[in-house]
């Protein structure tokens, strides 16, 4: 981890618990009064577990405990059961939040690209306890490498602020994150993307029943040929998003630990969460 200033460490972990308070009011979530540790404390550690300890949560428990910022902070075991216990709240949250993100979006666009989260390395794929099967063998043609494990799409605004995401097996074809990205977005939203995202149906009914621009850089052999001009425009934008690919990386660590593919997409969650609010500059 590089080293960051303990005071902007600690600021930071309160700008985060404050917009994660504020999410679970606007949207009216009770819990036990009784509760040594609230929801919005377990979910402010997760993310600084994220965001400065590459997901080791047992640091990030510490370093909450012993600045004072949670006094009462549980155990390492209660705290994963809690976490996990709140799971779908965690997405509920993201995307409240980035429903507040597409409203000042005034430009109203959008990249969408993948990148690989490998569970284990290919020498191990055999013994692997997380997941199994062939479907999960997949290729990044990008980075010329095999890997084992999910494609993570994720949805940008042009400044590179994730607002949804999907996971998908890895030797999954992008264009079936077509299929289960919400696209919650305003009339008139540009979406762009690389070629692997081709699916003429999917473009057509995002255009007629949302007014929804998916624009896919065409093949060579493309049934739907673009002015050159437009294919320039795609590729520009499509470039923003290796940046924040780029800067996502730069939190994930080498392997990421979990004991079940449940808290292994999880962690993943919080890493694309605790970006998201860094990059808003919270």
């Known amino acids: 981890m590089k080293q960051i200033n303990l005071e902007d460490m600690i600021k930071k972990s309160t700008a985060i618990y404050t917009i994660i308070d504020d999410l679970l009011i606007e949207i009216e979530h009770k819990e036990p009064k009784n509760r040594r540790v609230i929801d919005s404390e377990i979910i402010t550690t997760a993310l600084i577990s994220a965001l400065y300890f590459g997901g080791n949560q047992e640091k990030a ?10 006094p009462k902070m549980l155990s390492k075991s209660r705290f994963n059961r809690r976490l996990h216990l709140i799971r779908e709240l965690i997405v509920d949250l993201f995307f409240q939040l980035s429903e507040m993100i597409k409203k000042v979006n005034i430009s109203s666009e959008y990249i969408i690209d993948s990148f690989p989260i490998h569970t284990c390395d290919n020498m191990r794929i055999s013994s692997s306890k997380l997941i199994q099967g062939e479907i999960y063998r997949g290729r990044k043609a990008t980075m010329r490498r095999y890997f084992y494990g999910f494609n993570v799409h994720v949805l940008v605004t042009t400044d590179g602020i994730p607002v949804e995401y999907t996971f998908l097996p890895g030797s999954k074809h992008d264009s079936e994150a077509l299929k289960q990205m919400p696209f919650y977005l305003p009339e008139g939203s540009k979406i762009y993307a ?13 255009k007629e029943a949302e007014n929804i621009n998916l624009l896919v850089a065409r093949k060579s052999n493309s049934k739907r040929k673009r002015e050159r001009y437009m294919e320039y425009i795609i590729e520009s934008m499509r470039k923003r998003v290796e ?3 780029s800067e996502i990386s730069t939190l994930l ?8 593919s ?5 962690k993943v969650i919080m890493f694309l969460f605790s ?6 500059d919270c």
Do not use: Q, R, W
């Not at 449940?262 to 999880?266: D, E, H, I, K, R």
């Not at 970006?275 to 808003?280: D, Q």
């Open 243 to 245: 940046t924040t690919f």
């Open 253 to 260: 660590p080498k392997k990421i630990h979990a004991v079940t």
């Open 262 to 266: 449940y808290g292994f997409v999880l």
């Open 61 to 70: 428990i510490c370093f909450m405990k012993s600045t004072g910022l949670i």
């Open 194 to 206: 690389d070629s692997g995202y081709t699916n003429y149906k999917i473009e057509d009914m995002l």
């Open 275 to 280: 970006y998201t609010l860094n990059k808003m």
